[in-house]
């Protein structure tokens, strides 16, 4: 017998009244739902369209009905209209009507001329903490800490909307890392998810479209009569450009996106799109039609990519960053959605001088977004630095050296800095100069933040995460690596950056997940896991035990996995290790939730804590290891898989 319902007449006129009281609340859990890949403007725009559309016809069918038992009138006509929002909000990226297959992303209402986004506040804020988790996750997210919904209550409105793995999506919302004081400003009555600013677009630039459509026509009909009268020859400096790049207008210097210098000043988005258009060769068109047209054409260019990153041609206008003259180098920086592209050349344009670099952007912000690299000396030991335009002082200091206070980096009046040092490519660890930016008062108070160069076109920002204060307390988060705390940590590991070198990272963070004494007098040892974050998402990560003096011990290592991130934040790992007495012990560690470690083969042992040393009397061989999480489940240790929790 089915036991899906269809709306009649009385049924759609309570849905109409519950959807009326309850459209901010219903806007919100379709906002951060829906994909976060899509920008603020078109997830506004399809969050209003999925709760408008939630609204049904009569004789539509509701779906499965709510559970016997469940209360009926208001709250089961919200429950039925909250599972067709839902649906609507996961159909992008579920698996039947996912837009990576069909090759677009849903599509929006238009609104012409507008650019629309949700006020600054908790909704931007919580739609950071929520990137990269699943849409289930994020719709479970919303419905139990927002809605205050019951969790065997999320479960079932999941399933009705779809999702593949409602209890998984419940216990991986549980599980995120969200503060009360989020939360509160989430909740503050006078928050209206469904309140939108609105900004115009370039109005010149729709004006200018007009015109230039008619005076591209009689453009393309005069370059045609002159070429069949007099034939053409090509310019050396300006290779031909990809067919769809030149056809969208996109190599042509005049339609490069610039963004105003207060820009970032005024908007709750301060990434590369508020950065303006800086130094002194902005105006020239020559070399920016260099620029754009050895993008599009490289030839013998060479070309320097990130890992994950392509160089094609962009499909529309970039948005100039950059332009201009530094020690003998010619140097334009564009932005093309999530990537930078750096183009150089000798100022006398001779043979083999030009250079093209593109590297990832992807969700860049306040940090990530700070800086990039303009120009390096030729012997390696320096660079200069692009710094964003919310940068209000820079310095330069040994991350060696936890005491350093640095000194003050020169930084000119368009934001490009003095030469600074940059860690050794190979040999000695003598040093390793970083970068410490402080942001303006008109971003953050009191905020400054560590960038290191590993070699690419933009810095790594360094970040540590201290020891749990308990197995009661909450999650702590990475800080800056700025305290005495961070630093002096930083300083025994910053030599071990050197192996990230040519990898498309963003971030670096040290968490110290653990803490124990050593058997044989050996003092107490710090676990901790060093994350390199990628720009697509994965990161590669090595555990390492600290002891109080001497070089940090590898216990494991992953690569492309989530562990020690946001969504992998169980963690328990351990390795063979020999004591200053010449005895062998089993050390294994956990992190917070872990509440007891079980080791089985070559060693047997257990503990009820998340920490466990045994002897190893017995030959070498595999060990197994298992954490019992005190939120139930289990644990793995990390290895090469990855490890995880099952």
């Not at 039947?96 to 069909?102: C, D, F, G, S, V």
């Not at 952007?361 to 710094?387: E, N, Q």
């Not at 206070?405 to 190979?426: F, I, K, M, S, W």
């Not at 042992?605 to 139930?632: F, I």
Request: one cysteine or more.
């Amino acid at each position: 017998m089915s036991t899906s319902q269809r709306f009649g007449s009385d049924a759609v006129e309570h849905a109409e009244a519950v959807l009326v009281e309850h459209y901010p609340r219903l806007v919100r859990l379709a906002y951060l739902t829906l994909p976060d890949s899509l920008g603020r403007h078109a997830r506004v725009l399809l969050a209003h369209k999925a709760v408008q559309r939630a609204l049904p016809r009569s004789g539509t069918p509701a779906g499965p009905a709510p559970a016997e038992g469940g209360t009926d009138g208001p709250d089961r006509h919200l429950a039925l209209v909250r599972s067709r929002v839902l649906r609507a909000a996961l159909a992008p990226g579920g698996p039947a009507i996912t837009w990576a297959r069909i090759g677009r992303p849903p599509v929006p209402p238009f609104v012409w001329g507008l650019r629309l986004w949700p006020p600054a506040g908790g909704i931007d804020e919580a739609a950071q903490t929520l990137s990269g988790a699943p849409a289930p996750v994020r719709a479970a997210f919303v419905l139990l800490h927002l809605d205050d919904l019951a969790e065997d209550e999320t479960v079932r409105l999941l399933g009705r909307a779809g999702a593949a793995d409602p209890a998984g999506a419940v216990r991986d919302a549980l599980a995120l890392p969200v503060g009360e004081e989020l939360l509160r400003a989430l909740r503050r009555p006078e928050f209206d998810a469904s309140v939108v600013s609105a900004r115009p677009t370039d109005l010149l630039r729709r004006r200018r479209r007009a015109r230039a459509c008619w005076a591209g026509l009689a453009a393309l009909a005069l370059t045609l009569t002159l070429l069949a009268v007099h034939g053409s020859r090509p310019d050396p400096d300006v290779r031909p450009a990809a067919g769809s790049a030149a056809a969208s207008g996109a190599l042509d210097p005049a339609r490069l996106q610039r963004v105003s210098a207060e820009a970032w000043s005024d908007t709750a988005r301060v990434d590369f799109t508020a950065w303006p258009a800086r130094g002194g060769r902005t105006g020239d068109r020559d070399l920016l039609a260099r620029a754009l047209g050895t993008w599009a054409a490289p030839g013998t260019t060479p070309v320097a990519t990130t890992p994950g990153t392509t160089a094609e041609p962009p499909a529309r206008p970039p948005q100039l960053l950059y332009a201009g003259e530094l020690d003998g180098r010619a140097v334009v920086l564009m932005r093309d959605g999530d990537r930078v592209v750096r183009y150089g050349e000798t100022t006398t344009r001779s043979s083999g001088g030009r250079t093209l670099d593109v590297t990832r952007t992807d969700d860049a912000g306040v940090t990530t977004a700070a800086a990039l690299t303009l120009s390096r000396a030729p012997d390696g030991a320096s660079a200069r630095y692009l710094l964003a335009p919310w940068i209000a002082r820079a310095a330069a200091r040994d991350l060696l050296r936890a005491g350093d206070t640095g000194h003050a980096l020169a930084v000119a009046a368009d934001g490009v800095t003095a030469p600074a040092a940059v860690p050794p490519a190979g040999g000695s660890c003598a040093s390793w100069p970083v970068l410490e930016l402080t942001s303006s008062t008109r971003i953050v108070e009191k905020h400054s933040f560590v960038l290191t160069d590993l070699g690419a076109l933009s810095p790594v920002h360094l970040t540590y995460t201290p020891l749990p204060d308990g197995p009661a307390a909450p999650a702590r988060q990475p800080r800056e690596a700025t305290g005495p705390e961070a630093r002096a940590t930083w300083a025994r590991l910053a030599c071990r950056l050197g192996e990230l070198r040519g990898g498309a990272y963003r971030a670096v963070n040290v968490w110290d997940f653990a803490a124990a004494q050593l058997p044989d007098g050996a003092g107490r040892a710090v676990w901790s896991c060093t994350r390199a974050s990628g720009w697509a998402g994965p990161g590669d990560v090595t555990v390492l035990l600290r002891l109080e003096a001497g070089t940090p011990q590898d216990v494991a290592r992953a690569r492309s996995t989530a562990a020690c991130g946001r969504f992998g934040q169980h963690l328990l790992a351990g390795f063979r290790w020999r004591s200053p007495a010449g005895r062998w012990y089993l050390l294994a560690a956990g992190s917070r939730q872990v509440s007891a470690i079980t080791a089985t083969g070559a060693v047997r042992a257990d503990a009820a804590e998340r920490t466990l040393t045994a002897p190893w009397a017995g030959p070498d061989g595999p060990v197994s290891l298992m954490g019992t999480l005190a939120g139930g489940g289990t644990v793995t240790a990390l290895d090469g898989a990855g490890g995880g929790r099952d």
